[in-house]
């Protein structure tokens, strides 16, 4: 069963900086490319960044140059580093594997104010 789970949001102010981190099981965590995505209030999921079995990474345009995503495969762990935060930054935060629809967890919100 997978399970993943998030930590590391909180409220911050514009301009800030946070470290999220996202803990996997039940999968073979090196194998898989991972993703995280936000879910603004009322808004659809979106992809933030993705980040490949090798470390290789893409992002939003949104976030490109600010959020920098990167993993420890021996941890079965994938971290987003964000910085210079804004108040459209603001959301709930998920990991999962890339492309998958099952398996999501409770995410950790982030709240950016102005």
């Known amino acids: 069963q997978v399970q993943l789970v998030e930590s590391g949001g909180g409220l911050v102010q514009t301009g800030g900086s946070l470290r999220l981190s996202c803990v996997g099981s039940?999968?073979?965590?090196?194998?898989?490319?991972m993703a995280w995505y936000r879910q603004a209030p009322g808004k659809q999921r979106q992809l933030v960044a993705l980040?490949?079995?090798?470390?290789?990474?893409n992002y939003a345009i949104s976030v490109s140059g600010r959020f920098s995503a990167f993993r420890d495969n021996t941890e079965n762990t994938v971290y987003l580093r964000m910085s210079s935060l804004k108040p459209e930054d603001t959301g709930r935060y998920y990991c999962n594997r890339w492309g998958a629809a099952d398996g999501w967890g409770q995410g950790t919100q982030v709240t950016v104010s102005s």
């Open positions: 980040i490949r079995s090798d470390g290789s990474s």
């Open positions: 039940g999968i073979i965590f090196s194998a898989n490319t």
